[in-house]
């Protein structure tokens, strides 16, 4: 069964300064990772879908997979204090009725 | 319109009382999901709709239903309400490769 686990459990940063969060899986096979931000009491917003190796940009989002090490990271750029929400990597395999497992996400603070 | 909707946004129940919840997409999408999110949980996935086809995870098997009357809507419904249901109810729908859209939740407080 698919173990999705994230790091630091939570983050406090200076605004500007990048922030990294990481993201490991236990399966291997899994194709689909996305990450997601949740403002408290909102819905889940979609930051960054990213299918292969490599690195994916979304204006200042930037998910890097490296599925060998089992890892997916989250790097957000100059964030700024409405960054400030919990952060949730979610790992699946593709098709159309695949299921996303969540990790617990990482509460990520932006201080001015 | 790339939304998935969610009625009632803010949910208040009894304890013992019965409780359905509302999603919808105008994407066409054959997949609807029903996750479960606590504070400090992984959101958890209850049930999904492939198409007209009810699949429910095992260990929420007995505690929530669902239905699909058509394509756009999907339904939550909790039988008996416990205290244990107190939780944000998100639903996301996808097709094929396509992204996941997730709704923006409803909001369950059971007293």
């Known amino acids: 069964q698919q173990k999705v686990q994230q790091s630091p459990e939570s983050l406090t940063v200076s605004e500007g300064a990048m922030a990294s969060l990481n993201c490991t899986f236990s399966?291997?096979?899994?194709?689909?990772f996305r990450w997601y931000r949740q403002h408290s009491g909102k819905g889940l917003e979609v930051l960054v879908s990213?299918?292969?190796?490599g690195e994916k940009e979304e204006g200042s989002f930037t998910a890097h997979l490296n599925r060998a090490s089992l890892h997916v990271f989250l790097h957000i750029r100059e964030p700024q204090p409405s960054d400030s929400a919990l952060y949730l990597c979610?790992?699946?395999?593709?098709?159309?009725?695949?299921?996303?497992?969540f990790g617990k996400g990482t509460k990520l603070s932006v201080k001015s | 319109d790339t939304t998935v909707k969610q009625n009632p946004r803010y949910k208040l129940a009894r304890v013992g009382k019965p409780v359905n919840l509302i999603c919808s997409q105008t994407?066409?999408?054959?997949?609807m999901y029903w996750y479960q999110k606590k504070p400090n949980q992984a959101p958890k996935l209850l049930l999904f709709?492939?198409?007209?086809?009810?699949?429910r995870e095992a260990d929420t098997f007995e505690k929530f239903q669902s239905s699909r009357p058509n394509n756009s809507f999907c339904s939550l419904y909790i039988g008996s309400a416990g205290l244990e249901y107190s939780a944000m109810y998100l639903c996301?729908?996808?097709?094929?490769?396509?992204?996941?859209?997730f709704g923006k939740g409803t909001r369950l407080t059971v007293v």
């Open positions: 996301a729908s996808k097709t094929g490769g396509s992204e996941v859209f």
């Open positions: 399966d291997r096979s899994s194709d689909n």
């Open positions: 990213i299918f292969s190796d």
């Open positions: 979610a790992v699946s395999p593709g098709g159309s009725n695949a299921k996303l497992t």
């Open positions: 994407m066409n999408h054959d997949t």
């Open positions: 709709y492939y198409d007209k086809i009810l699949n």
